[in-house]
């Protein structure tokens, strides 16, 4: 069969990509003498950070020819507290990679041969705005999607919501958080916010079930952890691989992949039965104890040793370090979270032991967060949504908060059976390909769509299968929407153009406003500039645009001090029994279990191990693989591989290997062995986000294994929607024939 | 004046926000570093130890690239700091060949390059880049010769090490154990 979109390698790209842009500086050059690096009266203007999602506020630092050298961060900024992660001082790489985006681009054909032509914006706009007036007509507006991250989020937003569709899917839901999210809402009502309420820096003793802090550069809490372990705070670490969090912990639990619910139960069944929790707080506070005192009642420290490999000792002595720490203890409740379609369920026994704990609402625990109101500019009305998401297969996900991305996918499809279906896609800022589990379904997706627009500052996988490819500039090159984050105290923080975009990209805001005239919904987008808005918007809360270009940040007082509850306080929580709900009446009556449930995994086949990812410190998702700056810090994924296998299976240290998995899906390319002690026997991990296959990526292409590639069997969770990615199963290819490496 | 930076290996997480800050502080090109990061390893799973080290030059008071240096290029400078100057280095490479740390590299504009505890910065009262940046605040940097520094006090109040003492070259960066 032929596809109606190939995937585009860029090798299609005419030579004329490049002049477009024009002077293009390696900044190093410029400074080559070290005398010259001696001066420090360098100029600097605001931002907050846009490689990861903690998005702290700093400095963009320049040279007086106004080329951008370095970037530090803002003292003032809760988020970072004037350090930024590796990833945010090599931020400036995002900037200077000569294979970002440079022009739009419109998929063609060429004597046979689908290929992308450069073209203006203004062509690119009439190409997009024409199909998408086609997709209403004959489909409905709700037959558009948008699948969205990042900053750029709240203009594609808008414009899809005045085009008439509301579904607007961020994968950071269904595909990392979301379970979380929904776990903690339906237990205290509130979910646990990003950045995460979680109080490390007063903690006494944090438990961190499989999340890598210090891994994953979650920059507030990485220094936290590092504030708590000076003052001596006991940290356990649940992981079947030794993480540096582990290497820093008193006690590390090397469980067995996919128990972690016969853990947790088993804590919670010895904090009851010890009668280690805390009675006034469950009384006052918490619904359904003796409920759940019964449910846990047989999973006793030996019940849970057959099923975790923990010994019963280690059980025990780490519930008894959590109760000697209450209510300063804190069970992480993670981040990435989509691991086996159970997710919520373990999360919420995560949720259900703080509470016994008493956790939320106090010093060392979870504290309350506060987030300075911004208003929005008044805008009309929205036209009317017929059709929502959850239409699309009645009765799925009943317990989703938020759009649940592979539904809109699956929807695509039309085999699928949608109620409606899905004809056009907006990709900002999204890699799908490396995001979605199940590369083969996203595909099968994007074949049927009638228009698919991406918007990127690089050509990630994802601009390749594109119809239209809109280069954005990268952050350091425009205003974006003010940060409004929940902390301590709420904060706003400022994000201003550094320097002007290079080659022909274009600001977020600005396409979203172009390509609204082009469809008639201008008046969404009533400022010209958003600079007009922000400083509209900064007027109306006492600040000004040109005040916050001289702080960056801006830091009001709690309007009470209740960043923690009183004592005796009366507290009415969100949910709908007013109380912490440790048995959930609503999943009960959904047909879900009210109390979670320990139900047994796959386990890995012979020769087979499980596939276990995670983050680098230097490396946000796949977004940042090209980034010269980060590149150079980890060019590459290995997979970590315990002695004992590698001796079973003769291989060595960096020798360079393909994995298959389950489904006989084979690497696309190899990747180095890393022999350590640091993995269990029957699971192998890699670092997520390698494994790039488009060419115009010259620093990544072909470097490493793609995670996502080998995940092709998802474990979704009924509660709520999201792709559980742990279940998959990888065996060793020592040898390829040429033709087998070739294919 | 005595500098010295501790660096504490229960905190760091080996992150390498060390080696990109000073990278873009000190334009070190891409492809060369003036720190890096040791990860160590002990034991079999599942009892296991890991020691993760932020590396750089040791600012030795007894240093052999400074005595094998045939045009005077290495020297020491305020505080016991070793430098480079450039327009006088010739890059025969016996520096990088007598340093037990591996600290230097050949710069591509033809001479050997180091970290200079961000010279340029501590004479404008700022901390070394890496220690500026640190998320997990792990790098200590002062003068030893005042008691109240904050590497003088970390230093008396933790058990710690140095590389390859036996080697005599006296070196000024401190690991806390």
Request: one cysteine or more.
């Amino acid at each position: 069969m032929t596809n109606r979109r190939d995937f585009i390698r860029i090798t299609a790209y005419s030579a004329g990509a490049l002049a477009l842009g024009g002077g293009f500086i390696q900044a190093a050059k410029a400074f080559a003498s070290p005398e010259a690096a001696l001066k420090v009266d360098l100029t600097r203007t605001p931002t907050y950070c846009e490689v990861c999602f903690w998005k702290c506020a700093g400095w963009v630092y320049k040279n007086k020819d106004g080329s951008i050298r370095k970037i530090i961060g803002n003292d003032e900024d809760q988020h970072c507290n004037g350090r930024f992660c590796p990833r945010g001082t090599g931020g400036v790489g995002m900037y200077y990679d000569e294979d970002r985006l440079k022009t739009p681009l419109i998929r063609v054909e060429e004597r046979g041969k689908q290929v992308f032509r450069e073209a203006s914006w203004e062509q690119a706009f009439e190409y997009i705005a024409a199909k998408m007036k086609t997709i209403r007509e004959i489909y409905g507006a709700e037959s558009m999607a948008l699948f969205t991250h990042g900053s750029g989020s709240a203009y594609f937003t808008t414009l899809m919501k005045a085009y008439g569709s509301a579904n607007v899917a961020e994968p950071s839901y269904a595909q990392c958080r979301g379970p979380r999210d929904e776990a903690f809402m339906w237990t205290f009502g509130e979910e646990a916010y990003s950045p995460e309420i979680t109080d490390i820096r007063d903690t006494k003793c944090l438990v961190l079930i499989g999340s890598h802090i210090g891994e994953n550069m979650h920059n507030g809490q990485v220094q936290e952890m590092s504030d708590a372990i000076d003052k001596g705070a006991t940290i356990i670490t649940v992981d079947p691989r030794y993480s540096t969090a582990a290497g820093k912990s008193k006690f590390w639990l090397p469980i067995k992949p996919s128990t972690d619910i016969a853990l947790l139960l088993t804590w919670i069944h010895e904090i009851i039965y010890n009668e280690y929790y805390d009675k006034k707080y469950v009384e006052k506070y918490c619904l359904g104890f003796d409920q759940l005192k019964e449910h846990v009642k047989s999973f006793t420290p030996e019940w849970a040793y057959g099923i975790t490999t923990l010994t019963p000792d280690q059980i025990r002595k780490t519930a008894r370090a959590m109760a000697d720490a209450a209510p300063a203890v804190i069970i992480h409740p993670g981040r990435h979270v989509t691991w086996y379609g159970d997710d919520t369920q373990r999360v919420r026994a995560i949720a259900i032991l703080n509470a016994l704990l008493g956790s939320w609402g106090r010093r060392g625990g979870f504290y309350r967060p506060a987030k300075q109101p911004v208003p929005s500019y008044p805008l009309p009305l929205f036209p009317a949504v017929q059709k929502t998401w959850q239409d699309l297969f009645p009765g799925m996900y009943s317990f989703a908060g938020g759009v649940v991305s592979n539904a809109l996918i699956d929807a695509s499809i039309p085999e699928n059976n949608p109620a409606y279906p899905i004809k056009g896609w907006f990709v900002n800022g999204t890699n799908l390909i490396n995001t979605i589990p199940n590369q083969a379904n996203t595909f099968k997706a994007i074949q049927n769509l009638d228009l698919m627009v991406a918007i990127d500052t690089m050509p990630m996988e994802i601009t390749g299968w594109a119809d239209v490819v809109l280069p954005e500039c990268t952050y350091l090159e425009r205003y974006d929407v003010l940060r409004v984050s929940p902390h301590r105290k709420p904060a706003i923080a400022l994000r201003m153009p550094a320097t002007d975009p290079l080659y022909n990209t274009k600001p977020g805001y600005w396409i979203a406003r172009e390509l609204s005239k082009k469809l008639g919904l201008e008046t969404y987008f009533p400022f010209e500039k958003q600079e007009e808005l922000l400083d509209w918007q900064l007027k109306q809360i006492g600040s000004s645009l040109d005040e916050m270009k001289k702080t960056g940040v801006k830091t009001f007082e709690r309007e009470a001090d209740d960043l923690y509850f009183a004592v005796d306080e009366e507290v009415s929580f969100p949910t709908d029994s007013g109380k912490i709900e440790l048995y959930s009446s609503a999943f009960e009556e959904s047909g879900f279990d009210p109390l979670p449930r320990y139900v047994p995994h796959e386990d890995p086949p012979d020769g087979f191990y499980r596939l276990i990812y995670g983050r680098a410190p230097m490396h946000t998702f796949s977004r940042t693989a090209n980034n010269p700056n980060l590149t150079d810090l980890m060019d590459e994924n290995s997979v970590w591989i315990n002695p004992k296998v590698a001796r079973l299976w003769g291989i060595s240290n960096d020798q360079y290997i393909w994995l298959q998995n389950q489904d006989g899906i084979v690497s696309e390319f190899k990747v180095k062995v890393r022999i350590t002690e640091r993995i269990r026997w029957d699971s192998v991990y890699m670092v997520h986000g390698f494994g790039h296959a488009q060419k115009q990526m010259k620093r990544c292409f072909g470097r490493g294994v793609s995670d996502t590639q080998l995940i092709t069997k998802v474990l979704v969770d009924p509660l709520m929607g999201g792709t559980g990615m742990r279940g998959n199963f990888v065996t060793l290819i020592t040898e390829k024939t040429e033709q087998e490496a070739a294919s | 004046m005595r500098y010295a930076m501790a660096v504490d290996t229960k905190k760091c997480v080996g992150c390498s926000d060390c080696v990109v800050a000073c990278q873009t502080e000190n334009n070190v090109p891409i492809g060369y570093c003036r720190d890096w990061v040791v990860e160590v390893m002990d034991g079999t799973y599942p009892i296991l130890e890991m020691e993760i080290r932020s590396e750089r030059c040791n600012h030795c008071g007894n240093a052999p690239c400074v005595r094998c240096c045939p045009t005077g290029a290495s020297h020491f400078t305020d505080g016991g700091i070793v430098l480079v100057k450039p327009s006088k280095c010739i890059g025969c490479g016996a520096c990088i060949a007598s340093c037990p740390y591996d600290a230097r590299y050949p710069h591509p504009d033809g001479y050997v390059d180091k970290c200079t505890f961000c010279l340029h910065r501590i004479r404008n009262g700022l901390k070394p880049a890496c220690a500026a940046v640190c998320p997990t605040k792990c790098i200590y940097f002062g003068d030893l010769d005042d008691p109240n520094s904050e590497v003088s006090v970390v230093l008396k109040k933790r058990k710690s090490k140095t590389l390859i003492p036996e080697a005599g070259t006296v070196p000024q960066l401190y690991f806390l154990i």
